[in-house]
């Protein structure tokens, strides 16, 4: 495998407030242009990784490379050029006051030319369904239009590393796809690097690589395919089976024999279909 | 307590030149101990509609009716505590709910605020915060230091503590990890039927729509699109799909299965058992020809 291009490396922390560790000897790397799912029940402490991530707060243990640069209070900019981060609640994450000018707002900081910047702001919010919202203030949309707005605003600053912090939790099942295929796009055609937190197996079925957080602790890595078949143990970690899976386990219990895992319902209703159509 | 919406419009920022239609001509009745699930597009109207249930916003066009009170558009209401103690409105966001210094006070303060005395707010604090699966622990704390998902329950607590006659839910479950979310509506239905409370969901999720809901309301540009009972309205999955609308998992799962198989069951299912009896039976039988 290439060298990784994030690795954090016994990263521990602790909030002042709190008696005990949020994040507790995390060793993670993440691979250039792979889209990577972080998964874990309320409070495992992903979103806190996040910050770490993006220099928001500093590791009490261990240390943070991205991309070759250790994070230190130096190079934080140097850091955070690289990142985009979704955050989970997105009225954190505005600062203008109409929807293009928040979504220019990150390129102006990042020193982007005025001409280049219109047409960035018009493309991002195109690539999310927002282009008809541009002189709407942010706070006055819908959640999921809000979440829309946020997702253009790192889009447009095309960084090499995007971190979503739940970033579709409240779009409708099919615009949620959407939007991921959109990003999954992306990631492909200019080698981006997707971190993406999310409670919805079924976008975390379609990443390269799963991390289940447990107690502030890693619990386990692996493919999707590995991670599933966790099975009954995912339930005890907060987390659930996926569909086709759920589907897959109460068929055979029926005697309805399937050769193998299916991650997909297209999968498994073509091995279905394979299975039981000869006879 | 019923509460019905009749030729409900309502504008965002009227008169002035930001203004937006939001919803018109929206009618929907709530009658009390029902459980009703509105579904629907992002931007559709659904937290417009869900903010009329207890007077937080106030139609430009019609009249809202909330047990025995009307809230008619242009005219001044006074004193809407009551309706506020009896309708509990769990926020799309929980931030907007969540301000005092710890949790405790948090939740403490809405049946404080209706009324109830302080050794009974805390015992109550103390019991809802169990019930959405935290511990007292964080009572103690600061709301502001919490996750997402812990927030998120805390305001679920802070509704439940002031044990409203109709509770309204702007997706409660977003932000909650896979097994909360299951817990938490659960707890919802437990309530709805133990206590008779009336509940409005909006909802993202067609298999809690179609799992928990006597009635669900699709909402669609502003307007409502469709009422009916669950199996009336994934009866027709195709005309959902057009609208692009989605179905629940086990009814895409189905379709899926009788456009690869070429064939059609004899009615749609919406509980997973159910179709894995259809369909062991179905491939059994095809196995045995
Ligand atoms: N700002 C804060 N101050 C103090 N403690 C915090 C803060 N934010 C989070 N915590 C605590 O740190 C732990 C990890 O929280 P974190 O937000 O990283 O969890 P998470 O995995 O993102 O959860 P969720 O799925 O609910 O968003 C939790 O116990 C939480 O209570
Ligand atoms: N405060 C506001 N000021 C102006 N317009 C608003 C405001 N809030 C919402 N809107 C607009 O009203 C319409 C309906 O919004 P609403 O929040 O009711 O949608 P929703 O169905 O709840 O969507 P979502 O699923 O994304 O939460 C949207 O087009 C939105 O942009
Ligand atoms: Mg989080
Ligand atoms: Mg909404």
């Not at chain 1, 220099?55 to 230190?72: D, M, R, W």
């Not at chain 2, 948090?106 to 805390?122: H, M, Q, R, W, Y």
């Amino acid at each position: 495998m290439e060298s990784p291009l994030v690795v954090i490396k016994d990263v521990s922390f602790q909030y002042d407030s709190q008696e005990s560790l949020a994040l507790n000897q995390i060793n993670m790397e993440v691979y250039e242009g792979e889209w990577l799912a972080i998964v874990g029940h309320n409070g495992s402490g992903k979103s806190t990784l996040a910050r770490l991530l993006n220099g928001l707060q500093f590791p009490k243990e261990g240390s943070i490379t991205v991309a070759g640069i250790t994070l230190a209070e130096e190079t934080i900019w140097d850091i955070r050029r690289q990142i985009g981060m979704v955050f989970q609640n997105p009225d954190n994450q505005f600062v203008g006051t109409t929807v293009q000018d928040d979504v220019a707002f990150g390129l102006e900081n990042n020193g982007i030319p005025v001409d280049v910047m219109s047409e960035r702001v018009v493309d991002a919010l195109k690539k999310v369904n927002m282009d008809s919202f541009l002189d709407q203030e942010p706070h006055h949309l819908s959640g999921g239009q809000k979440q829309r707005v946020a997702i253009a605003g790192v889009l447009a600053l095309k960084p090499s590393i995007i971190i979503l912090d739940e970033a579709t939790s409240m779009l409708d099942p099919r615009g949620r796809a959407e939007v991921i295929e959109t990003i999954m796009k992306l990631q492909k055609q200019d080698k981006i690097t997707v971190i993406s937190i999310t409670h919805d197996l079924e976008e975390a079925s379609r990443a390269d690589r799963i991390i289940v957080m447990n107690k502030g602790e890693v619990y386990r890595e692996g493919t999707p395919n590995e991670i599933f078949l966790m099975d009954e143990e995912l339930i005890k970690l907060g987390l659930d089976i996926p569909f086709p899976i759920k589907m897959s386990n109460k068929l055979r219990e029926k005697g309805i024999s399937l050769g193998q895992q299916y991650l997909t319902e297209e999968e498994l209703v073509a091995g279905l279909w394979t299975s039981h159509s000869k006879m | 307590m019923d509460i019905s919406l009749k030729n409900v419009e309502y504008r965002y920022s009227a008169d002035t030149p930001f203004e937006r239609l939001a919803i018109q001509d929206v009618n929907i009745d709530i009658s009390s101990g029902s459980y009703t699930a509105i579904i629907g597009h992002t931007g559709s109207g659904k937290s417009t509609v869900l903010q009329h249930l207890n007077a937080l916003l106030k139609p430009t066009k019609g009249t809202v009716f909330i047990g025995n009170r009307e809230i008619k558009a242009g005219r001044k209401e006074k004193n809407l505590k009551g309706i506020r103690e009896k309708v509990g409105i769990v926020f799309q966001f929980p931030e907007h709910q969540l301000f005092e210094e710890t949790v405790e006070k948090d939740i403490c303060f809405g049946p404080l605020n209706f009324g109830v005395s302080e050794t009974e707010a805390k015992k109550r604090a103390n019991e809802a915060i169990k019930q959405v699966g935290l511990s007292e622990e964080i009572l103690e704390k600061s709301p502001f230091d919490l996750s997402g998902g812990q927030m998120r329950r805390v305001a679920i607590a802070g509704v439940l503590a002031m044990e409203p006659e109709c509770i309204v839910l702007d997706e409660p479950t977003a932000g909650l990890d896979p097994r909360g979310r299951k817990e938490i509506m659960d707890l919802f239905y437990k309530l709805h039927q133990e206590r008779d409370l009336a509940t409005v969901l909006v909802t993202h999720s067609m298999e809690d729509a179609a799992r928990y809901a006597d009635e669900i309301v699709i909402m669609h540009k502003g307007t409502v699109l469709q009422k009916g009972t669950p199996n009336e309205i994934f009866s027709d999955p195709e005309r959902l799909l057009a609208h692009g609308l989605d179905v629940p998992d086990v009814v895409r799962f189905q379709l899926r299965i009788e456009k690869t198989f070429q064939t059609k069951f004899d009615r749609i299912c919406l509980k997973e058992d159910e179709l894995i009896n259809m369909l062991a039976a179905f491939l059994k039988r095809r196995g045995a020809q």
